[in-house]
């Protein structure tokens, strides 16, 4: 059974661009949620999807944002990117019961 | 609103110690809570998901329980070693799209 999918592993963006994450999660899992990790911090939650819907969102500027696709695929786009975007970009894929199964992540540096 | 705890925030052990890491949590509805690892850099690997009608799992030297009625999950961790640094975190059902995890309580095993 594939495990999630995270692309790209690793990225570098200059500031006021923008950059979209993908995320393709275990077969039959209908549920993405997205998470931000800098240095030193836990984990910050962004958004989460549920069959195609937006369920829950954590407290990120509106330059955040992310969709999920008929096949549970999601991904999250960040516009305008500024310095401290710079992070480590975690997705998660769920079922009721089955708790999380997480990707690799991808490695955003902006500069 | 679920909220999960873990106290402390860091340890530091010699090898060979046996080991409890804590993680509280405020509603004691919780019907499964998961602990992971995650090694500097990487995404979270999932070591153990306690369902509530099982109240503890094991997996090597690795045992975790759950009580609901004290809102507390402990990880048990024998005969350490130093492959086992890391950051545990522990978190909640990922129930309705809301985050519930801990801040995570980083190890550090020295020879």
């Known amino acids: 059974k594939a495990g999630v999918t995270q692309t790209p592993r690793y990225l570098i963006k200059t500031r006021g661009q923008q950059v979209t994450l993908s995320c393709s999660p275990i077969s039959g899992h209908r549920s993405v949620s997205w998470y931000q990790q800098t240095p030193g911090q836990g984990l910050q939650f962004l958004f989460e999807y549920f069959s195609e819907t937006q369920r829950n969102k954590g407290n990120f500027p509106g330059r955040f944002s992310g969709r999920q696709f008929s096949n549970s695929r999601s991904e999250m786009n960040v516009s305008t990117l500024e310095l401290g975007d710079s992070a480590l970009y975690l997705c998660?894929?769920?079922?009721?019961?089955?708790?999380?199964?997480f990707g690799s992540g991808t490695r955003l540096t902006v500069v | 609103k679920q909220e999960v705890t873990q106290i402390p925030a860091a340890l530091s052990v010699p090898e060979g110690e046996n080991l409890v890491l804590n993680c509280s949590f405020t509603d004691s509805a919780i019907y499964n809570l998961q602990w992971f690892r995650q090694d500097p850099g990487k995404g979270l690997t999932s070591l153990l998901l306690?369902?509530?009608?099982?109240r503890e799992q094991t997996s090597g030297r690795l045992n975790a329980s759950l009580d609901k009625s004290s809102g507390r999950s402990t990880l048990y961790i024998a005969a350490s070693q130093p492959g086992d640094s890391a950051t545990y975190l522990c978190?909640?059902?990922?129930?309705?799209?809301?985050?519930?995890f801990g801040d995570g309580t980083t190890l550090t095993v020295k020879p």
């Open positions: 998660a894929s769920s079922e009721p019961g089955a708790g999380y199964t």
């Open positions: 978190a909640g059902p990922p129930d309705a799209g809301k985050s519930t």
């Open positions: 306690i369902q509530s009608s099982q």
